[in-house]
């Protein structure tokens, strides 16, 4: 177990609504990353987050936002669902500049 | 460009059976390569990484990859996998350009040890 717990588990939205996910970094960590992985796929590089700012960004749109907060915990906040939204949601926590990132068992995100 | 590619996408083999999961890379940087491991409904966990050094890692269970930088590949190797192995396997890349030390992931390999 790596100690980054995400929350919830499963969630079922729609079409067109908002949704939250959070993640608890590891203790000692002050990096947040979040990754987007479809069914049958390998996870893509959603964002990273350090000192509450935005550190690094892959190819998703602004609709995408996130937030860390003092304690690096980290939301993914998505706008606008669309079913291709659908996926399972990774969170991982490192120290800034380390190779080593440790993940959250993730939120399975449903779109209907 | 920068990209990684797994070639299999699903690798069945009997238990106790030798197994190579291949990974390739594309990169005009200098990278770091990981293998990770997925089980069902389950998060990833890092199996074995090369940062620098000794260009043959291994893990704890057994598991051993190859970095070849002429070949730009990153096999994955178990000279005898168990039922216990079964998993999704994604290789994984840092391009040293990138300041936020992201992870880029292939499209992952499903292992299925059989009886």
């Known amino acids: 177990e790596t100690g980054v717990t995400q929350s919830p588990t499963h969630l079922i939205k729609t079409r067109g609504q908002q949704v939250t996910l959070r993640c608890s970094s590891q203790s000692g960590h002050n990096t947040v990353s979040w990754y987007q992985q479809a069914l049958g796929q390998g996870p893509q590089f959603i964002f990273q987050y350090y000192r509450e700012e935005e550190n690094g960004r892959g190819n998703f749109p602004p609709r995408f936002s996130g937030l860390q907060f003092p304690n690096y915990s980290s939301e993914l906040n998505v706008n606008a669902l669309e079913l291709d939204d659908s996926a399972l949601y990774l969170c991982?926590?490192?120290?800034?500049?380390?190779?080593?990132?440790?993940f959250g068992q993730g939120t399975r995100l449903t779109v209907v | 460009a920068q990209s990684v590619t797994q070639l299999d996408s699903q690798v069945p083999v009997f238990e106790e059976a030798p197994v190579e999961l291949r990974c390739n890379y594309s990169s005009s940087v200098s990278v770091y390569l990981f293998w990770y491991v997925q089980y069902p409904n389950q998060g990833l966990q890092l199996l074995l990484k090369?940062?620098?050094?000794?260009?043959l890692v291994e893990s704890i269970n057994g598991f051993e990859a190859e970095f070849n930088k002429s070949q730009t590949s990153f096999h994955l190797r178990k000279p005898s996998v168990h039922i216990s192995d079964t998993a999704e396997y994604f290789c994984a890349v840092i391009f040293a350009s990138g300041s936020a030390r992201q992870l880029t992931f292939g499209s992952g390999t499903q292992l299925t040890v059989l009886p």
């Open positions: 991982a926590s490192s120290l800034l500049g380390s190779t080593e990132a440790f």
């Open positions: 090369y940062l620098s050094g000794s260009t």
